[in-house]
Protein backbone atom coordinates (compact mmCIF):
# COMPACT_ATOMS: atom_id res chain seq x y z
CA UNK A 1 0.00 0.00 0.00
CA UNK A 2 1.36 2.87 -0.94
CA UNK A 3 1.28 7.00 1.24
CA UNK A 4 -0.79 8.55 -1.21
CA UNK A 5 -3.86 11.22 0.14
CA UNK A 6 -6.20 9.57 -2.44
CA UNK A 7 -5.15 5.71 -2.05
CA UNK A 8 -5.41 6.03 1.99
CA UNK A 9 -8.86 8.58 1.38
CA UNK A 10 -10.66 5.10 -0.21
CA UNK A 11 -9.64 3.63 2.74
CA UNK A 12 -12.01 5.92 5.60
CA UNK A 13 -14.59 4.35 7.04
CA UNK A 14 -12.71 0.85 6.84
CA UNK A 15 -12.30 -1.90 9.26
CA UNK A 16 -9.44 -2.58 10.25
CA UNK A 17 -9.93 -6.21 8.93
CA UNK A 18 -10.52 -5.66 6.06
CA UNK A 19 -7.88 -6.89 3.51
CA UNK A 20 -6.75 -3.58 2.62
CA UNK A 21 -6.64 -2.03 6.23
CA UNK A 22 -4.68 -5.66 6.67
CA UNK A 23 -2.09 -4.85 4.10
CA UNK A 24 -1.55 -1.13 5.50
CA UNK A 25 -1.26 -1.81 9.05
CA UNK A 26 1.62 -5.30 8.47
CA UNK A 27 2.65 -5.98 11.47
CA UNK A 28 1.88 -2.89 13.67
CA UNK A 29 0.04 -2.40 16.62
CA UNK A 30 -2.98 -0.43 16.61
CA UNK A 31 -3.07 1.59 20.21
CA UNK A 32 -6.37 1.48 20.95
CA UNK A 33 -8.22 3.47 24.15
CA UNK A 34 -11.68 2.73 24.72
CA UNK A 35 -13.45 3.32 21.39
CA UNK A 36 -10.58 4.64 19.79
CA UNK A 37 -7.28 3.76 18.23
CA UNK A 38 -4.48 5.66 17.02
CA UNK A 39 -1.48 4.11 14.34
CA UNK A 40 1.63 6.50 13.55
CA UNK A 41 3.63 5.88 10.12
CA UNK A 42 6.17 8.72 11.08
CA UNK A 43 8.89 7.91 8.24
CA UNK A 44 5.61 8.58 6.25
CA UNK A 45 4.15 11.51 7.90
CA UNK A 46 1.13 9.90 8.29
CA UNK A 47 -1.02 9.00 11.28
CA UNK A 48 -4.63 7.06 11.54
CA UNK A 49 -7.07 7.63 13.89
CA UNK A 50 -9.20 4.68 14.45
CA UNK A 51 -13.07 4.77 16.16
CA UNK A 52 -15.90 2.43 16.89
CA UNK A 53 -18.92 2.63 14.40
CA UNK A 54 -20.50 4.61 17.14
CA UNK A 55 -19.34 8.15 16.60
CA UNK A 56 -18.49 8.04 12.85
CA UNK A 57 -19.78 5.40 10.85
CA UNK A 58 -23.57 4.90 9.76
CA UNK A 59 -24.63 1.64 11.13
CA UNK A 60 -25.30 0.85 7.81
CA UNK A 61 -22.00 0.20 6.76
CA UNK A 62 -21.31 -1.76 10.35
CA UNK A 63 -20.42 -5.44 9.77
CA UNK A 64 -19.17 -5.28 14.11
CA UNK A 65 -20.20 -2.66 16.14
CA UNK A 66 -17.08 -2.98 18.69
CA UNK A 67 -14.59 -3.70 15.79
CA UNK A 68 -12.05 -0.16 14.58
CA UNK A 69 -13.06 1.69 11.19
CA UNK A 70 -10.71 4.02 10.13
CA UNK A 71 -12.18 7.84 10.68
CA UNK A 72 -9.41 10.04 10.12
CA UNK A 73 -6.06 10.47 8.42
CA UNK A 74 -3.05 13.17 9.70
CA UNK A 75 -0.26 14.29 7.19
CA UNK A 76 2.28 15.83 9.08
CA UNK A 77 4.51 18.39 7.04
CA UNK A 78 8.50 17.41 8.25
CA UNK A 79 9.57 17.71 11.63
CA UNK A 80 5.59 18.67 12.97
CA UNK A 81 5.18 16.83 15.96
CA UNK A 82 8.53 14.36 15.37
CA UNK A 83 7.43 13.37 11.74
CA UNK A 84 9.69 12.88 8.97
CA UNK A 85 7.06 14.55 6.34
CA UNK A 86 4.34 13.71 3.98
CA UNK A 87 5.83 14.33 0.44
CA UNK A 88 2.66 13.10 -1.52
CA UNK A 89 0.23 15.60 -3.23
CA UNK A 90 -3.04 17.02 -1.74
CA UNK A 91 -6.34 18.06 -3.26
CA UNK A 92 -6.71 22.07 -5.19
CA UNK A 93 -2.42 21.51 -5.46
CA UNK A 94 -1.61 22.55 -1.90
CA UNK A 95 0.69 22.20 -0.27
CA UNK A 96 2.81 22.10 3.43
CA UNK A 97 4.16 26.19 4.00
CA UNK A 98 1.32 27.51 1.92
CA UNK A 99 -0.42 30.47 3.43
CA UNK A 100 -4.20 30.83 3.96
CA UNK A 101 -4.29 33.63 1.29
CA UNK A 102 -2.79 31.13 -0.83
CA UNK A 103 -4.96 27.89 -0.15
CA UNK A 104 -8.22 29.77 -0.09
CA UNK A 105 -7.02 31.38 -3.97
CA UNK A 106 -6.64 27.69 -4.73
CA UNK A 107 -9.36 25.83 -2.94
CA UNK A 108 -11.95 28.65 -2.51
CA UNK A 109 -13.54 29.66 1.03
CA UNK A 110 -13.57 27.33 2.94
CA UNK A 111 -17.13 25.67 5.48
CA UNK A 112 -16.09 27.00 8.41
CA UNK A 113 -12.86 28.34 9.85
CA UNK A 114 -11.30 29.51 13.27
CA UNK A 115 -8.45 29.40 15.86
CA UNK A 116 -5.42 31.76 15.68
CA UNK A 117 -6.00 33.48 19.00
CA UNK A 118 -5.56 33.45 22.27
CA UNK A 119 -3.71 30.39 24.31
CA UNK A 120 -4.82 27.16 24.91
CA UNK A 121 -5.17 26.26 29.01
CA UNK A 122 -4.74 22.73 28.48
CA UNK A 123 -2.04 22.50 26.01
CA UNK A 124 -0.69 25.87 27.44
CA UNK A 125 0.24 26.71 24.09
CA UNK A 126 -1.75 28.86 21.27
CA UNK A 127 -4.35 27.79 19.08
CA UNK A 128 -3.74 27.25 15.43
CA UNK A 129 -5.64 28.73 12.75
CA UNK A 130 -7.61 26.36 11.20
CA UNK A 131 -9.75 25.98 7.83
CA UNK A 132 -11.71 23.15 7.73
CA UNK A 133 -13.42 22.40 3.78
CA UNK A 134 -15.73 19.68 2.49
CA UNK A 135 -14.22 16.74 0.71
CA UNK A 136 -16.12 14.39 -0.85
CA UNK A 137 -18.43 13.46 2.16
CA UNK A 138 -15.84 14.10 4.07
CA UNK A 139 -13.93 16.79 6.41
CA UNK A 140 -10.41 18.27 5.33
CA UNK A 141 -8.93 20.24 7.61
CA UNK A 142 -6.08 22.33 7.20
CA UNK A 143 -3.94 23.42 10.29
CA UNK A 144 -1.47 26.66 10.08
CA UNK A 145 1.68 27.19 12.19
CA UNK A 146 2.23 30.76 14.36
CA UNK A 147 3.83 31.88 11.08
CA UNK A 148 0.86 31.36 9.12
CA UNK A 149 2.38 28.49 7.03
CA UNK A 150 0.42 24.76 6.48
CA UNK A 151 1.36 22.44 9.19
CA UNK A 152 -1.37 19.40 9.21
CA UNK A 153 -3.54 18.13 6.65
CA UNK A 154 -6.61 15.73 8.59
CA UNK A 155 -9.02 14.24 6.40
CA UNK A 156 -11.66 12.60 8.49
CA UNK A 157 -15.49 11.48 8.87
CA UNK A 158 -17.24 14.04 10.61
CA UNK A 159 -19.38 12.57 13.17
CA UNK A 160 -22.76 11.44 12.86
CA UNK A 161 -25.39 13.07 14.88
CA UNK A 162 -27.81 10.71 16.35
CA UNK A 163 -31.66 11.34 16.84
Same mark, same amino acid.
Given at each position: ?11 ? +? ?5 ? /???? $? ?5 ? *? ?5 ? *????? !? ?7 ? /? ?27 ? !? ?14 ? &? *? ?8 ? &???? +???? &? &? ?15 ? *? ?10 ? $????? /? ?12
Amino acid at each position: MEFDFNALSRLL +KKNVDDR /EMLQ $LIGNRRI *DREGSRG *DLEFK !EHGVALVFS /EFDATIPPSEVDNPKGLYLSGIHFHRLNH !EGYQGYIGSFPWDIGF &G *DSEPQIVERA &GKAA +KEGG &G &GGRSPILKRPIPRWLRY *DFSGNALLLRFD $LDGKL /ELVTLFVPQIRRT
